[in-house]
């Protein structure tokens, strides 16, 4: 999915998505395409940016396999699930979803690791940056945690806060210590975020 920027070509705009709390409900850990539950909006939330010029890019925390209940492959193959059921409804895929397996106290050995992707860090906003030729000043966060917010933010884009998500549960643990400035528009839905950003 991803490919390297090409010297000399425009960079361009995109929106990162972080996935729990935005493209599905969240009900905690996501281990079974079964349990996901995609909001009615976000089919054609996704086909409006899409249409607006925007490069639709996933950005995920993704303990599931860090707590050894999915491996990398699984994951992936579950987000391919939940991107194909969003284009049965009227959506668009992804153009990359980065992902990151790492958690200061995962159970699996592997991945107990302090590292730069995993959100309030912009690892992965970076990563996709540089490997898809993307401008982050003309690019969005879109996540439902403050983390999400500092992510976007340290990555050099606007935010999007959606207050969709668990926003009873505990701050995301990093090693990072991060308290965002105010995100840039605050809304309920994906749709509400797309009418925002193209009208």
Request: proline share 8%.
């Given at each position: 999915?991803?490919?390297?920027?090409?010297?000399?070509?425009?960079r361009?705009?995109?929106?990162?998505?972080?996935?729990?709390g935005?493209?599905v409900?969240?009900?905690g850990?996501?281990?079974?395409?079964?349990?996901?539950?995609?909001p009615?909006?976000?089919?054609a939330?996704?086909?409006?940016l899409?249409?607006?010029?925007?490069?639709?890019?996933?950005?995920?925390?993704?303990t599931?396999?860090?707590?050894?209940?999915?491996?990398?492959?699984?994951?992936?193959t579950?987000?391919?699930?939940?991107?194909?059921?969003?284009?049965?409804?009227?959506?668009v895929?992804?153009?990359?979803?980065y992902?990151?397996?790492?958690?200061?106290?995962?159970?699996?050995?592997?991945?107990?690791?302090?590292?730069?992707?995993r959100?309030?860090?912009?690892?992965?906003?970076?990563?996709?940056?540089?490997?898809?030729?993307?401008?982050?000043?003309?690019?969005?966060?879109?996540?439902d945690r403050?983390?999400?917010?500092?992510?976007?933010?340290?990555?050099?884009?606007?935010?999007?806060w959606?207050?969709?998500?668990?926003?009873?549960?505990?701050?995301?643990?990093?090693?990072?210590?991060?308290?965002?400035?105010?995100?840039?528009?605050?809304?309920?839905?994906?749709?509400?975020?797309?009418?925002?950003?193209?009208?």
């Open positions: 999915m991803s490919t390297p920027e090409v010297e000399g070509t425009p361009r705009r995109a929106v990162f998505l972080d996935r729990d935005v493209l409900h969240d009900r850990p996501l281990a079974r395409f079964e349990d996901a539950e995609i009615d909006d976000v089919p939330a996704l086909a409006r899409h249409a607006a010029g925007y490069v639709l890019v996933g950005i995920s925390n993704q599931v396999i860090a707590r050894g209940l999915l491996d990398e492959l699984a994951v992936r579950l987000q391919q699930r939940i991107e194909a059921t969003i284009v049965e409804r009227g959506g895929p992804l153009a990359a979803f992902l990151c397996p790492h958690h200061p106290n995962a159970d699996l050995e592997a991945y107990r690791v302090a590292c730069t992707c959100k309030p860090a912009p690892g992965m906003l970076l990563r996709a940056i540089a490997e898809l030729g993307l401008d982050p000043h003309e690019s969005i966060m879109i996540g403050p983390s999400d917010v500092a992510a976007g933010q340290a990555a050099g884009c606007r935010t999007v959606l207050h969709s998500g668990r926003h009873d549960d505990p701050a995301i643990v990093s090693a990072l210590r991060v308290t965002p400035a105010p995100a840039d528009h605050c809304c309920s839905t994906l749709m509400e975020a797309a009418q925002w950003l193209v009208g």
